[in-house]
């Protein structure tokens, strides 16, 4: 067997485990067994076994995701349920009003309640779009197949976790303790938080690599499964790299909260579509080939690190609205444009200084950034922080259509160019003395050790912003995130001495991701990005498209009297710069076919940045490594 061998907490030991209502006395540890053997065809089996006494019992199913910060738990997917007690059915009910929480009325006598229910996990419940598992690769959210006890503290319910594996699979996860014989692992008991916390991945194919010196505390591994076994290859670039990630982590944070960590990467093209943050694990998914492709090597390089960092912004220090004393409560995003917006900034910027990326990468993708928020029309509607706080219902938005009006999770990108300026600020303020490195180190450091949860608030991260370099942050960062604007941002890149501009050359980031994922991105010149089957994805307000009537929804036909290809609409941008000519397109909106002139004579367009001269380079500090 691969799986790692680890000191068992005894099993026996009682923990505080709360029933419904209060005054309930403590139980034992809630037995949870997942049979994974049916995991191709994406249901996992569940048997639960609560300590009871007689009476009404409530028990609920969670609903509130960390990480997903929404009510995302997967109640539709949750099917075949049965309660018993002594081998008797009991019958349960629904709650009338709340979906997630199950009643039942235990008779005298009965100890153990036994519960037993499905998940079916075709749609992952980690917040991707795929299904959970495929032939060869699973991905278990432990939340997806439990219930708890109504109204007690995640902190406080202790579960005892096992899992039978198809056979011959090995598995990854931060869960200690694990113990096994054949295809059943049991897992010491654990808090349903440190639970829920603790992803398993598992499959056919399976590699562990690990990013630590023998001896080194605390402990990285990467736990990497796939579909295709060739595609676990990583190439000794790639294993320098994921060791100087972690080497880079420690010289920003200078502490780490956590006992050791899981880089969970799964591989796979079918499968989950998601990076999910956890305390002493990511469970993250990339496309099958993105060790060995160079494009979505490039595209996928942020992953990780974003996921990873989020250990020190996210999980050991949160937004106060969204540390919630169980699954049941809801949380408040409000502060999303710290938790993502840094994250996302801290995660490119440790994909460079680890090596993940390149600078002139690196450059590249906030090129694309920068200009996807600018053309962002619905931010002179609609500020930053309704972004964060909407969450919840544009999270549940999965087409494109009308992006540009509407806004999306704005937050992360737009929470990227903010916290460059306010990196760049801390600069040019100290005269280069201090950065936002020493921000991370007072603010994310402290004592190393287990996880703990750390609350911020605003004027939390204001104060600590002011002990770094004294500025009007409150004004600044009030600014960026409550008032409307017709641009983005863009003050991080010109006090790093760049600035964003548009030539015809295309942008390395936008040109692999049209490859990858089959679409072409006019949205710079024409105003509008389509499929390759020529459905246009969105079309921004405003723009030359949309001036002529073209909107989302509809799909384009032909160009300038010819079928449409992506080569052709090119040729025909060029073409209109020198002819003078508006751009014929042939569009077909559900049952009517019309021609729409676009008079657009910009020629092609695409972002980049370029070196403002005379102004010092505080971008290309921005990105030299830490660790030595
Ligand atoms: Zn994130």
Known sequence: MRYRLRVLVVCTVTFAAYLSGSGSPPVQAIRLHVDLTDAPRNIYHAHLQFSVHAGDVSLVFPKWIPGNHRPSGPIAALTGIRMEADGRPLPWQRDPVEMYEFHVTVPGGVEALDVFLDALTSQDSAGGGGP?????????????????????????????????????????????????????????????????????????????????????????????????????????????????????????????????????????????????????????????????????????????????????????????????????????????????????????????????????????ALAATAAMLDHRVGRGWRPLEDTARSVQILRMITTPEWVNWRRSLDYYPEGELIWLEVDSIIRQQTRGQRSLNDFCRQFYGGESGPPKVVPYTFDGVVRALNDVAPYDWASLLKERIHAT????????????????????????????????????DFSDSLGFSLGRDGKFADVIVGSPAYKAGLGPGMKLLGVNGRKWSPELLHAAVKAAQHSGEPIELLAENAQSIQTYSVPYLGGEKHPHLQRVTGQPDILSDILKPLSP
């Open 132 to 364: 959970a598992a495929s032939s060869n690769i699973l991905d278990l959210n432990w939340n997806a197949v439990l219930l708890y006890p109504k109204a007690a503290r995640s902190d406080d319910v202790v579960f005892a976790p096992s899992v039978t594996l198809p056979a011959g699979w090995k598995f990854g996860t931060a869960l200690p303790g694990a113990r096994g014989s054949g295809d059943l692992i049991e897992f010491a008991p654990v808090s349903l938080t440190t639970l829920v916390d603790s992803p398993l991945i598992a499959g056919v194919h399976y590699r562990q690599v690990v990013l630590t010196k023998p001896g080194e505390t605390p402990l990285h591994v990467m736990d990497l499964v796939a579909d295709d076994a060739a595609d676990l290859a990583m190439t000794p670039k790639d294993l320098a790299a994921y060791k100087k990630l972690v080497a880079e982590t420690g010289a920003l944070f200078g502490a780490r909260h956590y006992r050791e960590y899981h880089f969970l990467l799964t591989l796979s093209s079918q499968v989950g579509g998601h990076g999910l943050e956890h305390h002493e694990s990511n469970d993250s998914v990339a496309s099958e080939r993105t060790l060995l492709d160079p494009n979505l090597h490039m595209l996928e390089a942020g992953l990780v690190p974003h996921e990873f960092a989020h250990s020190w912004n996210g999980k050991y220090r949160r937004p106060a609205g969204l540390i919630t004393a169980n699954y049941q409560e809801p949380m408040i995003g409000d502060l999303l444009w710290v938790y993502e917006g840094l994250t996302d900034y801290l995660g490119n910027v440790l994909a460079d200084r680890s090596g993940l990326l390149t600078d002139e990468q690196y450059r590249e």
């Open 485 to 520: 604007s017709h641009h983005a941002p863009l003050g991080g890149i010109e006090r790093d001495g760049w600035e964003l501009v548009y030539t015809d050359q295309p942008n390395a980031f936008t040109e692999a991701a049209e490859k990858m994922y089959k679409f072409a």
